[in-house]
């Protein structure tokens, strides 16, 4: 039963906001949604609004309610209920899904989150806090997502210029700024919150430096010195002692720096490797 009413009122969501032609080509004319997402040549007649925005009664409003409570009995007839519009919120919300998965360079994170969580088990003793365990692990997700964000933002000219990276939604104009700003913002920000609240400051205060030390040190950085591969690969160690702060009530020991140190050196000559592979991509990317 939840589930049919469910449906029924996201199609309704759907069939007030039914995507017009107009609609759509503002959309792309923002540069937020490509010709390819919707191809105008494909929106059906139908997905056009029958009705105009100044007849609440039309849109399946509530009468009297300011609060935007919609009337399932105001639906006019089931050929109202607007599947190509239902179809164009699938493809906008798949197109945003991947547009925000690569931004945070989501399996560069998850690698970051392991290292993290693998972090809270060695620091945690002799049994691992399941549920803080999984706090402190969606938290980096968090701010590593944001500070990979922030890293593309900074970068959009540059990766515009390589092969390896011109296909990054920035650069390729799959979203805008503003949007990626905005999800950066706000992953971090939740993220930062989430490791204050459900672990502890220390934690929560590593993952924020990491962030500053990626996005607003190395990656300007990169364009100027080759000393960034140094601070790169500092970036690369916090994450695993971010995790036993989290798990040891924010005790930084000498035994909490053994995985870091190891990820520190083991990055240089991973760091040198990529570099001597990309050597003419980077070249092209100044
Ligand atoms: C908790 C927290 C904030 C964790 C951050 C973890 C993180 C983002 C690690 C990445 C480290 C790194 C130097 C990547 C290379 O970036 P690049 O700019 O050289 O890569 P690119 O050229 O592919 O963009």
């Given at each position: 039963?939840?589930?049919?009413?469910?449906?029924?009122?996201?199609?309704?969501?759907?069939?007030?906001?039914?995507?017009?032609?107009?609609?759509?080509?503002?959309?792309?004319?923002?540069?937020?949604?490509?010709?390819?997402?919707?191809?105008?040549?494909?929106?059906?007649?139908?997905?056009?609004?029958?009705?105009?925005?100044?007849?609440?009664?039309?849109?399946?409003?509530?009468?009297?309610?300011?609060?935007?409570?919609?009337?399932?009995?105001?639906?006019?007839?089931?050929?109202?209920?607007?599947?190509?519009?239902?179809?164009?919120?699938?493809?906008?919300?798949?197109?945003?899904?991947?547009?925000?998965?690569?931004?945070?360079?989501?399996?560069?994170?998850?690698?970051?989150?392991?290292?993290?969580?693998?972090?809270?088990?060695?620091?945690?003793?002799?049994?691992?806090?399941?549920?803080?365990?999984?706090?402190?692990?969606?938290?980096?997700?968090?701010?590593?997502?944001?500070?990979?964000?922030?890293?593309?933002?900074?970068?959009?000219?540059?990766?515009?210029?390589?092969?390896?990276?011109?296909?990054?939604?920035?650069?390729?104009g799959r979203m805008s700024v503003p949007q990626a700003v905005a999800f950066a913002?706000?992953?971090?920000?939740?993220?930062?919150?989430?490791?204050?609240?459900?672990?502890?400051?220390?934690?929560?205060?590593?993952?924020?430096?990491?962030?500053?030390?990626?996005?607003?040190?190395?990656?300007?950085?990169?364009?100027?010195?080759?000393?960034?591969?140094?601070?790169?690969?500092?970036?690369?160690a916090i994450p695993p002692l971010l995790g036993w702060a989290a798990a040891s009530?924010?005790?930084?020991?000498?035994?909490?720096?053994?995985?870091?140190?190891?990820?520190?050196?083991?990055?240089?000559?991973?760091?040198?490797?990529?570099?001597?592979?990309?050597?003419?991509?980077?070249?092209?990317?100044?």
């Open positions: 039963m939840w589930r049919n009413s469910a449906s029924r009122s996201s199609k309704l969501i759907w069939n007030g906001y039914a995507l017009s032609p107009s609609s759509l080509s503002t959309l792309r004319s923002s540069r937020s949604v490509p010709n390819s997402v919707f191809p105008l040549s494909s929106v059906p007649a139908v997905a056009s609004p029958s009705h105009s925005p100044s007849d609440p009664s039309k849109l399946g409003f509530l009468p009297g309610r300011s609060d935007g409570i919609r009337a399932l009995s105001s639906v006019p007839s089931p050929a109202a209920v607007d599947i190509p519009s239902l179809t164009y919120g699938v493809q906008l919300a798949r197109h945003y899904g991947q547009c925000f998965w690569e931004l945070s360079k989501a399996r560069l994170s998850m690698l970051v989150v392991a290292t993290s969580g693998t972090g809270y088990v060695l620091g945690s003793g002799s049994a691992v806090d399941f549920a803080g365990l999984c706090w402190t692990c969606a938290g980096t997700m968090m701010v590593a997502a944001s500070a990979n964000s922030l890293n593309q933002v900074f970068e959009i000219k540059n990766d515009a210029l390589m092969k390896r990276t011109r296909n990054r939604p920035l650069p390729s913002s706000s992953v971090g920000l939740a993220g930062t919150a989430m490791l204050a609240c459900k672990t502890n400051m220390m934690a929560a205060g590593l993952a924020a430096s990491n962030l500053v030390l990626y996005a607003f040190v190395y990656t300007p950085l990169k364009q100027i010195h080759p000393v960034n591969t140094w601070v790169g690969a500092v970036v690369g009530g924010g005790q930084i020991s000498l035994n909490s720096m053994i995985l870091p140190a190891a990820l520190y050196f083991w990055q240089i000559p991973h760091f040198m490797a990529l570099a001597y592979m990309c050597r003419h991509d980077y070249a092209a990317g100044g």
